[in-house]
C-alpha cells in the first residue's frame, strides 16, 4: 500500500525500481514512452489553420450570450452581467424547467427581459444554432464541456467554458483545433486570475517587485463532503471514481502561469506525479455509487518543470478535512508573496537587520513586511484592471468579486475587438494537467512531457497582457 509521501519523494520515485501502479483509466494509444519520459500526441496544425495567438475577432456592439447549465455555476452569470454595459441574454438552457424558471425569476429581478428557454438532453444544440447569438456561455459537467464548446464554435459562436474546459489532451486539441480552424475565441471562465491578492502581486511581478521568479506553488484543496450530493445525478463523484490524477488543477494553476508568462515567453515542459491511497474517496464511493473501487487518491501531487528552468507545485485534495486553499506563492529572487493560509509578502531588504547579520538560531528573524507596510505595497501596485472595477466587484459579488471581473473582462474585450485575457492555449494547457498527472501515475511517477498546443510558437507574445 501506498503511503503518503512529501511532495520531494516524487524525484526519488524516478529511480527507485518498484513495479508500476495501476491507477487511471489513461488509454495507452492516447501516448507512447521514448526515453524514459511519456509522450501524448500531438498532431500537426491542419493546413489553412492559423494560431490565435493574440487574436482579436471584430467588435460586437453588443454581445448576445446563450447560457448551457443554470445550476451551480451558471445561475451567476444571471446576476453579473446585469451590471455591464452591452450584454444582453437571450437563451437559457437546461435540463430541468425547474431551473429555468428560477433563472427566469433571476433575471427579472436583476431588470433583464425574459430570455427563451431550451430544456432537455439535446435542446444546447439548438441554442448553439440561433443566428442571433455571440457567444455561448458553458456551465454544465465537465465532461459535456468539450462536445458544447466545439458544436457551438462550429456553429460560428465564441465560447466561454467552466472549469476545466477538458477532460483529456485529445479533447485540449479539438478545442485548440476548432478554435484556429472556425476563428472564434474559446476562453475558459478561470476566475481565480481575477481574484484581487492575485490580481496584485501579478503586477509586482510584472513590475520587477519580486525579481526573477523561480518557482510557484498552486492547488486546489476544498473538502467537498457537503457539495457532493449538490452536483446533478452525482456525476463529479463520478468522475474522480474514474479517473486518478489532478483532475482539478486550474484554480491553483492559472494565476501562477500568468506569473510565468507560459506560452508568452515560456512553456511547462514536463511533469512528474504521485497520489496517495484512496481512503475518504473509497467511503464515498461505496456509500453513494455501491462501489468498492474508487481511482482518485485523496492526496495528489505534481512537480512541473519550464523551459526557462522554473518550477511549478501542485496539490489536489477534495476529501480530506482542512482549511480551504489554493496555495498561491510566488518565489523570486528578490522577494516572496503567498496568499494561503495566511496574505504575506517579503521583499530582499528584510532579510537582514541594521544590527548586521541575522541569528541563524532565531527562526522569527524570517519575517513577513509588517502590516502597515503590507497594505501600502497592496494599495501602491493595485493592478489597473483591479482599479477600475474593485469598487463595483465587491458590490456585485460571486466569488469575493473575481466573477464580475472576469465577466467583464470577456464582454470587454469581445465589444471592443481586443484579444481576450486567457486564450484557447490557456485553456489546453491548464486543462490538460488532469490527462498528464494521471498518466504518470499509472507508471510509478514516470515524467509526462506537456504536449505543445501553440505548435513550437509559446515565444512568439512577451509577457501575459490585458488588452485596454
Known amino acids: 500500500?501506498?503511503?503518503?509521501?512529501?511532495?520531494?519523494?516524487?524525484?526519488?520515485a524516478l529511480i527507485i525500481g518498484v513495479q508500476p501502479i495501476v491507477h487511471a483509466k489513461v488509454p495507452s494509444k492516447a501516448y507512447s514512452v521514448k526515453k524514459g519520459m511519456i509522450h501524448f500526441k500531438e498532431p500537426a496544425r491542419a493546413?489553412?489553420?492559423?494560431?490565435?495567438?493574440g487574436f482579436a475577432a471584430e467588435p460586437i456592439d453588443t454581445v448576445r450570450v446563450g447560457i448551457i447549465g443554470l445550476g451551480m455555476r451558471g445561475k451567476g452569470p444571471l446576476k453579473r452581467m446585469s451590471f455591464i454595459d452591452g450584454v444582453k441574454i437571450v437563451a437559457i438552457c437546461d435540463l430541468y424547467q425547474e431551473n429555468i424558471n428560477k433563472g427566469q425569476e433571476r433575471l427579472a429581478k436583476y431588470g433583464m427581459p425574459r430570455a427563451d428557454e431550451y430544456v432537455g438532453e439535446e435542446a444546447w444544440k439548438k441554442l448553439c444554432q440561433r443566428k442571433d447569438i455571440n457567444l455561448v456561455y458553458i456551465a454544465t459537467d465537465w465532461n459535456s464541456h468539450t462536445p458544447m464548446a466545439v458544436y457551438a464554435m462550429e456553429q460560428g459562436k465564441h465560447v466561454a467554458i467552466e472549469v476545466p474546459a477538458a477532460t483529456s489532451v485529445a479533447?485540449?486539441?479539438q478545442l485548440v483545433d476548432t478554435s484556429e480552424r472556425t476563428r472564434r475565441h474559446c476562453m475558459m471562465l478561470e476566475n481565480c486570475v481575477y481574484d484581487h491578492f492575485e490580481l496584485t502581486t501579478l503586477n509586482m511581478a510584472q513590475q520587477g517587485l519580486f525579481g526573477e521568479i523561480v518557482h510557484v506553488e498552486g492547488g486546489y484543496v476544498h473538502a467537498l463532503d457537503k457539495w457532493w450530493n449538490s452536483y446533478d445525478r452525482n456525476w463529479r463523484l463520478k468522475f474522480n471514481q474514474e479517473h486518478d490524477g489532478d483532475v482539478y488543477a486550474t484554480h491553483g494553476l492559472g494565476p501562477i502561469c500568468f506569473a510565468l508568462n507560459i506560452h508568452r515567453g515560456d512553456r511547462m515542459t514536463h511533469l512528474v506525479s504521485m497520489d496517495t491511497d484512496s481512503w475518504i474517496g473509497k467511503k464515498l464511493a461505496k456509500k453513494s455509487l455501491g462501489t468498492e473501487e474508487f481511482a482518485n487518491g485523496d492526496q495528489t501531487s505534481t512537480l512541473i518543470r519550464t523551459h526557462n528552468g522554473k518550477t511549478i507545485t501542485l496539490h489536489h485534495n477534495v476529501y480530506t478535512p482542512q482549511p480551504y486553499s489554493r496555495e498561491y506563492q510566488l518565489t523570486g529572487t528578490k522577494g516572496f508573496a503567498i496568499k494561503y493560509p495566511i496574505q504575506g509578502i517579503s521583499l530582499e531588504h528584510d532579510k537582514m537587520a541594521d544590527s548586521g547579520v541575522q541569528n541563524h538560531e532565531d527562526l522569527s528573524s524570517h519575517k513577513f513586511l509588517p502590516e502597515k507596510a503590507f497594505k501600502a505595497l497592496m494599495n501602491k501596485y493595485r493592478h489597473p484592471i483591479q482599479k477600475a472595477l474593485i469598487e463595483k466587484s465587491k458590490k456585485v459579488g460571486g466569488h469575493g468579486g473575481m466573477d464580475f471581473i472576469m465577466d467583464y473582462r470577456l464582454i470587454y474585450c469581445l465589444r471592443n475587438g481586443l484579444?481576450?485575457?486567457?486564450?484557447?492555449?490557456?485553456?489546453?494547457e491548464w486543462s490538460c494537467i488532469g490527462d498528464l498527472s494521471a498518466a504518470s501515475i499509472k507508471h510509478n511517477s514516470m515524467p509526462v512531457a506537456f504536449p505543445d498546443f501553440t505548435r513550437g510558437e509559446w515565444n512568439k507574445l512577451k509577457g501575459h497582457t490585458f488588452a485596454k
Do not use: H, N, R
Open 1 to 12: 500500500m501506498k503511503k503518503i509521501i512529501c511532495i520531494a519523494a516524487l524525484f526519488a
Open 419 to 428: 484579444p481576450l485575457d486567457q486564450d484557447v492555449y490557456d485553456a489546453a
Open 47 to 53: 493546413k489553412g489553420q492559423t494560431s490565435m495567438l
Open 171 to 173: 479533447e485540449c486539441w
